[in-house]
């Protein structure tokens, strides 16, 4: 079955910088939506940033302007570069995305995908 495997999270002070990866493996047509979830300790989980095949992306108020989501379609991956970084931003990240398949009857299906989630720990 399809994976998303991500990696980047760590521990960084409040101002520094880290740049989260995903990768899509298995096997898909196409991916669509991508898109990165956090979650904090006793929080709910939240939106952060999405982008979808043509490049149309969309923040969450709270890290417009000190995060950028990107994707790499040949490398079926999508990436979060996070600045500026706040103890606020401290969260487990997950990466999301949508597969295009074929079913066992030949027609298009989207499905769901989640990563594990990447620990990312901002410091004062």
């Known amino acids: 079955q399809v994976q998303l495997v991500e990696s980047g999270g760590g521990l960084v002070q409040a101002g520094g910088s880290l740049r989260l990866s995903c990768a899509a493996s298995?096997?898909?047509?196409?991916?669509?939506?991508m898109r990165w979830y956090r979650q904090a300790p006793g929080k709910q989980r939240e939106l952060v940033a999405s982008?979808?095949?043509?490049?149309?992306?969309n923040y969450a108020d709270s890290v417009k302007g000190r995060f950028t989501i990107s994707r790499d379609n040949a490398k079926n991956a999508v990436y979060l570069q996070m600045n500026s970084l706040k103890p606020e931003d401290t969260a487990v990240y997950y990466c999301?995305?949508?597969?295009?398949?074929?079913?066992?009857?030949?027609?298009?299906?989207?499905?769901?995908?989640w990563g594990q989630g990447t620990q990312v720990t901002v410091s004062s």
């Open positions: 298995g096997s898909f047509i196409s991916i669509g939506d």
């Open positions: 999301y995305a949508i597969g295009a398949h074929l079913s066992s009857v030949n027609m298009f299906t989207n499905r769901q995908y």
């Open positions: 982008i979808n095949s043509p490049g149309t992306i």
